[in-house]
């Protein structure tokens, strides 16, 4: 038995060099889900790996070197096919969908077809590597149609789990989607299926019903986590201690409160600013001694509402520190870019208050980082009740992120409470934090497919 772990890409991106080819390692939220259990549970990598300008031969070669130093196995699509599915259908259809944002949905760009030839392409990879017993979990929205394919090719011969990041809509939303029944079929056929909160797993269930389809064979809510101490070891280093002592010199006697978030509509961000506004407005004594950061990492910009979003983010910005703030005293920093891991440790450690106002959200782990690198502080998050995550960390400050005046008086409850109520949030936080790790969030919804797999992987006890 092994355990094949499928995912649109893989974490691994490709560079030529002189000598033929170099790798390196991607993050985000799947990538750090499965950080952690790489040394406990025995596991390959499936993923797409762009094929632009590459010969046969020097596919094989990525193949074979990925398999050899990665145990990874890399799906080469082309990159019209790839773009059909990926922007034409995945972005374009099912990410809004997912996320009740139906308004966007693009139907006039319903690229379907291109979509079930993506999720074949990766079947007929699978089927030439799977054997009898394997365990192979699909991950994500880009591959909704796979186990329908697999288990058509394969049979019962293996089992097939699925895991959805987003989170999972109500009928009214689902029923914008032309392919629904199509989709729950394919997710029915798997053995487990499983969701961030019950709340998804809920809406599921209605969906089947609404659709006369038969619920799957187990489904469940299974929350993914963090590694914390990936966290709590990069505050010990001497470059991220230096950084925490520049920003603690930087920003003396403010309040530093902290955003951070790709820049998808999803996020709420122009939100998030307008409230940071009205806060500075409404409550004076913090108008000169708290300070916004936020860190904006660019997300789809080939999209151009995307580019519209960023752009109208950016123009709220330079309103508020124009209107309110001064040359000496700027009021919101925004970061359009990624920041290094030692940078983004330092910011969790001075941060006052973390501020999330996602729209809909999966689940957020900037959250949980957020809490890893708080133990000494005690930092308050201001939290989206309309995250995955809030189910997780109930000891933070629950607003809605469509109502203006909750954020602004979250922030202003965030900054005002007491340090024994600080202490009591934050430690409902930080136990909940090591009860929902992203090995235990593995191994969990292992436990829920099979009681045998830790013998038959080899995994360590």
Known sequence: MKLIVVSNRLPISVKRNEKGFEYFH???????GLQSIKDKINFSWFGNISSKGLTESEEEQIRNECKEKFNSFPVFIDSKLNHDSYN??????LWPMLHHFTDDVNQTNYNYEAYITYNSQFCDRLVEIAEEGDIIWVHDYHLMALPKLLRERLGDKVKIMFFLHTPFPTEVALNTLKCRKFILNSLNMCDLVSFHSYEYVLNYIQCCVDNKIEEPKKI???????DPTIFTDCLKKSETQEKIEYYLHKFKDKRIILGVDRTDYIKGIPQRMIAFKNFLNKYEKYRDNTVLIQIAVPSRMEVKEYQAYVSYTNEIVSEVNSTIGNVEDTKIYLLNKSVDFTTLCALYYVSDVLLITSLRDGMNLVAMEYIACQEENKGVIVLSELTGVSTTLPGSISVNSWTIEEITDGLYKALEVSSEEREIR????????????????????????????????????
């Not at 991607?26 to 750090?32: D, E, K, M, R």
């Not at 034409?88 to 259809?93: E, L, T």
């Not at 469940?220 to 963090?226: C, F, L, S, Y």
């Open 88 to 93: 034409g259908f995945c972005n374009a259809i």
């Open 220 to 226: 469940d809510a299974v929350p993914i986590g963090i």
């Open 26 to 32: 991607s993050s985000g939220g799947l990538v750090t």
């Open 426 to 461: 934050f430690r409902t936080n930080f136990d909940n934090l090591y009860k929902f790790t992203s090995y235990e969030w593995a191994e969990n919804n292992l436990d829920k497919l099979c009681e045998d797999w830790r013998e038959k992987l080899n995994t360590e006890e």
